[in-house]
């Protein structure tokens, strides 16, 4: 349903996207990880029409954006990272607005706004004004929004940024709902946690390159090969750090308490090589083993990052 | 037919508010109360008679009122017409919607105007008063109206253009009041200036012919000053040579042309893919 293919975007010097290739299938739930200037937004943006690619070429539902602009527009429900609002306009005079803007005929508005009002769960407020709505109901609002021409693809970038918890719990229903219903989403997101609940693929974008993309458990069980390791031991863990970072195929030693976490690159004879190291050089060894990692810990394996995930892209 | 949707938004959202009635009776009331006035004590100047003629100077102050009403409130209200969609993150939003950037563009002029035009329909009646005591003829009064409609079309082309190139509603607002000013009393000091250096060693008033003379007889066809005057039968500086139009004309057809050039320019600065940089999407 989407397609980038060999996508390079540059800002003057800056290189926002670089020979970026994706694909999403029909009905999936895509999620788009990065830190600031991964190219995250810049690639939303090629595919919402707002901006022109330097090289390469991006479809929806097999439609160049570049040479379609018009019928990719009616293929997308396009949703930016801060809700902007009409003063002095309802909710339903808004929905209104964006469904005589994409030409839906009057005799179907009443109904199909109350119809998407009920499905962001906001079929009470048709009447109040949109300046007067909460946050979390904004954005509920803009989700409506993107759908009152009914698109089979939404390009939602940062929904859940600045959401209260309740709302993005809220958030996460609806887009569950939206899969329910054939949509396929791409979604850009910080929370990683909240990605993996919501998505059935994801990409690791980093400085405009895709670094992996897959399935959610392929990408925490196995990022670029490597294994996430952790020593747990009774004494001096933090002197464990140094021993570890002295050893061959390990990185991205991180002390949690008494427990010492890495990535190990090797393969399973040099990881129980590892283990005979540290029990000969007299490391109180209490356990070691493999840990399950989840998305923030995948990323950071597959982008090198030392510390957590920054908002925006 | 359905009316644009974003010029109906635009109405819903002016002509809801209680202020914009009120601005509407306040303006009514200070130009009304004045006419009332200059009647009143034209009158009473005159121990209980009133002289049609002096209708004429009602005319002139009202028209002129009108000149700066429109020199001050159209920018004003153009000049945040795109950047504040801009600014409220709305814009990228209508952009990937089929409405198209020419369409956004016009109906952003359409709805600015259309409180500006009502403003001065609303003066109607003032006029009526005038017209009531005769001295003034109905051309004068339809060219009068046209002329309004004209500079407030450039005024409002000159307002949406700043709008759409800047990316701040400030510094758009305050370029469009340059620009309206350059247009009215810029070039009305030009016109001044360039015609007594083209009077030099000719005591008489027609300037000496040649390129000044042709710079001041364009100036004065397209400066809303020198077209309210000639409106009014004041006339302006005989330069001694002519653009082959009544003055009307070139002026009709300076503010429509310049004006559709200026959107023409604003809707191109909407092309969604062409100003990334500009709009600083991220």
């Not at chain 1, 464990?240 to 050893?247: G, R």
């Not at chain 2, 397209?222 to 500086?237: A, D, Q, V």
């Not at chain 2, 057809?253 to 023409?264: Q, S």
Request: charged share 15%; glycine share 10%.
């Amino acid at each position: 349903m989407i397609q980038l293919d060999q996508l390079t975007k540059h800002f003057g010097a800056v290189r926002a996207l670089d020979n970026l290739s994706l694909e999403v299938k029909e009905g999936v739930v895509y999620g788009l990880i990065g830190p600031n200037g991964a190219g995250k937004t810049t690639a939303m943006n090629i595919l919402a029409t707002l901006l022109l690619p330097d090289t390469g070429t991006a479809r929806v539902g097999g439609r160049d954006v570049v040479q379609e602009p018009r019928v990719v527009r009616q293929l997308i429900g396009y949703m930016q990272d801060f809700f902007g609002v009409y003063d002095g306009l309802r909710a339903s005079e808004y929905l209104d607005f964006f469904a005589a803007a994409y030409r839906i005929p009057v005799a179907r508005r009443s109904q199909l706004i109350q119809d998407l009002l009920e499905l962001v769960n906001l079929p009470d407020k048709g009447e109040v004004y949109v300046d007067t709505l909460s946050r979390g109901m904004k954005q509920r609002l803009a989700l409506a929004r993107c759908l009152v021409h009914d698109p089979p693809v939404l390009i939602l970038d940062e929904p859940a940024s600045g959401l209260d918890p309740r709302a993005r719990a809220e958030l996460k229903e609806i887009i569950r709902q939206l899969k329910h219903l054939n949509k396929t989403v791409l979604i850009s997101s910080h929370i990683l946690p909240e990605l993996a609940e919501m998505c059935d693929e994801v990409a690791i974008l980093d400085h405009g390159r895709l670094v992996t993309c897959g399935p959610v458990e392929e990408i925490t069980r196995v990022s670029q090969g490597s294994r996430y390791l952790k020593v747990e031991v009774i004494e001096r863990a933090q002197e464990l750090v140094a021993f570890l970072n002295s050893q061959p195929a390990v990185s991205g030693v991180r002390v949690e308490g008494l427990s010492v976490k890495f990535f190990h690159l090797g393969d399973p004879v040099q990881q129980a090589q590892l283990l005979q190291n540290l029990v000969t050089a007299g490391w109180p060894v209490l356990e070691f083993g493999e840990v399950r990692r989840n998305l923030e810990e995948a990323f950071m394996a597959v982008t090198g990052e030392e510390g957590g995930v920054e908002d925006g892209a | 037919m359905e009316l644009n949707p974003v010029l109906r938004k635009e109405l819903y959202q002016r002509f809801r508010q209680s202020k914009t009635a009120w601005l509407l009776a306040l303006y009514l009331l200070v130009l009304g109360g004045f006419v009332l006035a200059f009647i009143y004590l034209n009158w009473r100047y005159n121990q209980g008679y009133y002289q049609p003629g002096r209708s004429w100077e009602i005319f002139v102050i009202l028209s002129v009122a009108q000149l700066v009403l429109l020199a001050f409130v159209v920018p004003g209200l153009t000049a945040g017409a795109i950047s504040g969609e801009r600014e409220r993150q709305t814009l990228n939003v209508l952009l990937t919607t089929p409405l198209t950037h020419r369409g956004i563009v016009w109906s952003k002029l359409l709805a600015s105007t259309a409180f500006m035009v009502i403003i001065i329909l609303a003066t109607l009646p003032l006029y009526g008063i005038v017209f009531m005591f005769g001295g003034i003829a109905p051309g004068q009064v339809l060219g009068m109206f046209g002329f309004f409609l004209l500079t407030m079309f450039l005024f409002a082309a000159l307002g949406i253009a700043c709008s759409s190139f800047f990316k701040r509603t400030g510094v758009s607002t305050v370029t469009s009041y340059g620009l309206v000013l350059a247009l009215t009393g810029g070039t009305g000091f030009l016109i001044a200036f360039l015609n007594e250096v083209g009077k030099v060693n000719r005591p008489e008033s027609m300037m000496n012919p040649g390129f000044l003379a042709w710079v001041v007889e364009i100036l004065q066809e397209i400066n809303p000053i020198f077209i309210l005057m000639e409106i009014l039968g004041e006339g302006g500086i005989n330069t001694g040579v002519s653009l082959g139009l009544p003055y009307w004309g070139s002026y009709a057809l300076f503010c429509i042309g310049v004006g559709v050039l200026l959107l023409i320019w604003s809707s191109h600065l909407l092309l969604p893919q062409r100003n990334s940089n500009r709009f600083n999407l991220k």
